[in-house]
């Protein structure tokens, strides 16, 4: 009975997940600014509190401690974050000014690794951490796949070299993207 309740979840997950790649592919494709809002609605999404009815009485930023349990197996203890909505919003300015020099790679995994670490959410950081990733791909010329990219075997980003294994990883699939792009013929 555990093994198809975990089964359940993990399909939700994933259903949810494609739900909110859709809204970041869009977001993307019509030039809009990932905002604080709609990186709160993606979470919103992620996490299945979004609903209209429980909109205004949900609140998905962590104002609190936390301990957190990582890909590792090791457990963390996150400091209070004073304002999580500002955190958010620095770390998206600092990507959009990336993208918006060409550098769409470094931006996505900037604005990742920065949500990851920073945990401004109180569930689903890194789903969240991986549509901004996707949202900066798509918008700036990079349009891999958000499941391709959600399915990185990502380890724990606080341990040397694996910010850089990251950028090498979405670097990769950027370039993957386009051969399959230049090898289609034109529709």
């Given at each position: 009975?555990?093994?198809?309740?975990?089964?359940?979840k993990?399909?939700?997950?994933?259903?949810?997940?494609?739900?909110?790649?859709?809204?970041s592919?869009?977001?993307?494709?019509?030039?809009?600014?990932?905002?604080?809002?709609e990186?709160?609605?993606?979470?919103?999404?992620?996490?299945?509190?979004?609903?209209?009815?429980?909109?205004?009485?949900?609140?998905?930023?962590?104002?609190?401690s936390?301990?957190?349990?990582?890909?590792?197996?090791?457990?963390?203890?996150?400091?209070?974050?004073?304002?999580?909505?500002?955190?958010?919003?620095?770390?998206?300015?600092?990507?959009?000014?990336?993208?918006?020099?060409?550098?769409?790679?470094?931006?996505?995994?900037?604005?990742?690794?920065?949500?990851?670490?920073?945990?401004?959410?109180?569930?689903?950081?890194?789903?969240?951490?991986?549509?901004?990733?996707?949202?900066?791909?798509?918008?700036?010329?990079?349009?891999?796949?958000?499941?391709?990219?959600?399915?990185?075997?990502?380890?724990?980003?606080?341990?040397?070299?694996?910010?850089?294994?990251?950028?090498?990883?979405?670097?990769?699939?950027?370039?993957?993207?386009?051969?399959?792009?230049?090898?289609?013929?034109?529709?």
């Amino acid at each position: 009975m555990q093994m198809s309740v975990d089964t359940l979840k993990r399909q939700l997950e994933l259903a949810r997940l494609e739900r909110a790649l859709e809204v970041s592919e869009s977001l993307a494709n019509h030039r809009a600014l990932l905002t604080t809002t709609e990186l709160a609605r993606l979470n919103g999404i992620l996490t299945g509190k979004s609903d209209k009815s429980s909109d205004q009485a949900h609140d998905p930023w962590r104002h609190e401690s936390v301990t957190i349990e990582l890909p590792s197996g090791q457990t963390k203890s996150l400091e209070l974050v004073i304002d999580p909505v500002l955190t958010a919003r620095e770390l998206l300015h600092r990507a959009t000014e990336t993208a918006e020099s060409g550098n769409p790679v470094d931006a996505a995994v900037n604005i990742y690794a920065g949500l990851v670490l920073a945990h401004v959410f109180k569930d689903a950081n890194r789903r969240t951490a991986v549509l901004a990733s996707h949202y900066f791909l798509r918008r700036y010329g990079a349009p891999i796949s958000g499941t391709a990219l959600y399915e990185l075997g990502l380890g724990d980003l606080r341990q040397p070299g694996q910010i850089d294994s990251l950028r090498e990883n979405v670097s990769q699939l950027c370039l993957f993207a386009e051969k399959k792009k230049q090898s289609q013929p034109n529709q």
